[in-house]
Nanobody
Framework: QVQLVESGGGLVQAGGSLRLSCVAS????????MGWYRQAPGKQRELVAE???????NYADPAKERFTISRDNTKNTVNLQMNSLKPEDTAVYYC???????????????WGQGTQVTVSS
């Protein structure tokens, strides 16, 4: 199996910063795109940012100019640095990775359990 474990969530005031981290472990041959999604109460899960194994990044509009995604392929980790946080950033943040478990297997999606980010006004 593959496990994704997030850390770094919490409560912060508007304008503050948080850094989320996620580490993938288990039977892993190769990891493709890794990303962060979020889900606010009553809303659908949405992409925040994603990064390919080669380092190409894609940000959703709300994350542009404020958030930075990075990864360490040697450690199977992905991070999300969030600055200038707003109350509307409040959500559960989920780590996602597209993983090939063996040389002969297909890529599959894996999700972490989520970490709560709360931004107070």
């Amino acid at each position: 199996q593959v496990q994704l474990v997030e850390s770094g969530g919490g409560l912060v005031q508007a304008g503050g910063s948080l850094r989320l981290s996620c580490v993938a472990s288990g039977i892993i041959f190769r990891i493709g795109t890794m990303g962060w999604y979020r889900q606010a109460p009553g809303k659908q899960r949405e992409l925040v940012a994603e990064i390919t194994s080669g380092g190409s990044v894609n940000y959703a509009d709300p994350a542009k100019e404020r958030f930075t995604i990075s990864r360490d392929n040697t450690k199977n980790t992905v991070n999300l640095q969030m600055n200038s946080l707003k109350p509307e950033d409040t959500a559960v943040y989920y780590c996602n990775a597209v993983v090939q478990r063996t040389r002969w297997s297909a890529y599959n999606d894996y999700w972490g359990q989520g970490t709560q980010v709360t931004v107070s006004s």
